[in-house]
């Protein structure tokens, strides 16, 4: 009997005004997706708190991504500005905490754009998937479902 080939956990932080709408958007143009992966919303993805990313990396997700509207489409002007200067300085901080920045991908998608969400989040799953489990495994990755749920609640009560 073959082994299935790993299938990492993935969250997307997607901004309510684009890329949520974008991935609303592939998911009603029915385009093929991976299924491993969840959707957090959030209003602006400089409202992605960095303790979020390490917490989720830290407790059995294998790979996350931060999903806003293009540079200079923000809903608050200057968001995404910020969150592209604040993931960039964290994606190195992984790497002295022993997590591959790899696992952190921070990208834009347009609300009309649901082939570019199915295309982001195809190329980051296979790449999390060559990457191998995360920091955490076994129990702490069924540790993480839990977290990860508290998580999303928790991202859905601040907005
Ligand atoms: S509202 Fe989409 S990135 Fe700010």
């Known amino acids: 009997m073959s082994e299935r ?3 990492p956990r993935i969250i997307a932080f997607c901004c309510n005004w684009c890329s949520y709408a974008g ?4 998911g009603v143009s029915r385009l093929q997706m991976p299924s491993n ?4 919303r959030v209003m602006c993805s400089a409202r992605v ?6 917490k989720a990396l830290s407790s059995g997700v294998d790979g996350v991504m931060v999903l806003g509207c293009h540079i ?5 002007i200057s968001g995404n500005h910020r969150a ?5 300085v964290l994606r190195e901080m992984l790497g002295c905490v022993g997590i591959n920045p790899d696992r952190l991908l921070v990208d834009w998608v347009s609300a009309s754009e649901g082939p570019q969400f199915q295309k982001i989040v195809t190329n980051f799953v296979e790449r999390v998937a060559v990457l191998g489990p ?11 479902t839990s977290e990860l749920n ?6 859905e009560k601040r907005e």
Not at 37 to 40: A, G, L, N
Not at 134 to 144: L, P, V
């Open 37 to 40: 992966f969840k959707v957090i």
């Open 134 to 144: 995360g920091k955490a495994a076994g129990e702490q990755r069924a540790k993480g």
């Open 49 to 54: 708190a960095p303790e979020w990313i390490i």
């Open 150 to 155: 508290g998580l999303t609640q928790q991202a």
């Open 72 to 76: 200079g489409d923000c809903h608050y």
């Open 23 to 26: 991935a609303d958007l592939a």
């Open 5 to 7: 080939p790993f299938q």
């Open 84 to 88: 592209a200067k604040r993931f960039a």
